[in-house]
T-cell receptor
Framework: DVKVTQSSRYLVKRTGEKVFLECVQDMDHENMFWYRQDPGLGLRLIYFSYDVKMKEKGDIPEGYSVSREKKERFSLILESASTNQTSMYLC?????????????FGPGTRLTVL | DAKTTQPPSMDCAEGRAANLPCNHSTISGNEYVYWYRQIHSQGPQYIIHGLKNNETNEMASLIITEDRKSSTLILPHATLRDTAVYYCIVRVPGGFKTIFGAGTRLFVKA
């Protein structure tokens, strides 16, 4: 089974802190993604990566950066956390399958910024 | 990627089949139909996908109409653990953006 793990299920940080969210997948997938999920807004794509050291902005990249130094690991960085970044953060990885491309999600990190 | 329309919520009795509809009238020829579900406080879980033929796996069946403008996800014997939000998505293979709409909140009742 594909496994996508995230470093924390729950995280509480203070405004202005630098925050690192880590994601690791064990299936050698090329593509990895970071989403945030908020009530009434659904899942929104922050950044994605289609290869090591490659990254592309998603729909809401402002206030975030990412790092992919190894194929299995994709990190989301909040340079200076703000209260409006309180959210559920979801990591996913994907690979082509059966003609399509299926994303597999981690359990999520619920981040609260005080 | 084409947009999808799903009912906001549905109920189903435990042990009965749950039939979740999805409209995707603007789907183009190379777009696949995907279904995911999200159980409360967990990440979305892949269920099934298809292009134009009906598909079945150990979790569910996917019925796509001949004109591909709509589809139905069937959970043949719903259990309480199937209570979740179900998302219908269409996307092109190799496309990086997966747009999750509001989905259908399925309540399975004993």
């Amino acid at each position: 089974d594909v496994k996508v793990t995230q470093s924390s299920r729950y995280l509480v940080k203070r405004t202005g802190e630098k925050v690192f969210l880590e994601c690791v997948q064990d299936m050698d997938h090329e593509n990895m993604f970071w989403y945030r999920q908020d009530p009434g807004l659904g899942l929104r794509l922050i950044y994605f990566s289609y290869d090591v050291k490659m990254k592309e902005k998603g729909d809401i990249p402002e206030g975030y950066s990412v790092s992919r130094e190894k194929k299995e690991r994709f990190s989301l960085i909040l340079e200076s956390a703000s209260t409006n970044q309180t959210s559920m953060y979801l990591c996913a990885s994907s690979t082509p399958m059966g003609g399509g491309e299926t994303q597999y999600f981690g359990p999520g990190t619920r981040l609260t910024v005080l | 990627d084409a947009k999808t329309t799903q009912p906001p919520s549905m109920d189903c009795a435990e042990g009965r089949a749950a039939n979740l509809p999805c409209n995707h009238s603007t789907i183009s020829g190379n777009e696949y139909v995907y279904w995911y579900r999200q159980i409360h406080s967990q990440g979305p879980q892949y269920i099934i996908h298809g292009l134009k033929n009906n598909e079945t796996n150990e979790m569910a069946s996917l019925i796509i109409t001949e004109d591909r403008k709509s589809s139905t996800l069937i959970l043949p014997h719903a259990t309480l653990r199937d209570t979740a939000v179900y998302y219908c998505i269409v996307r092109v293979p190799g496309g990086f953006k997966t747009i999750f709409g509001a989905g259908t909140r399925l309540f399975v009742k004993a």
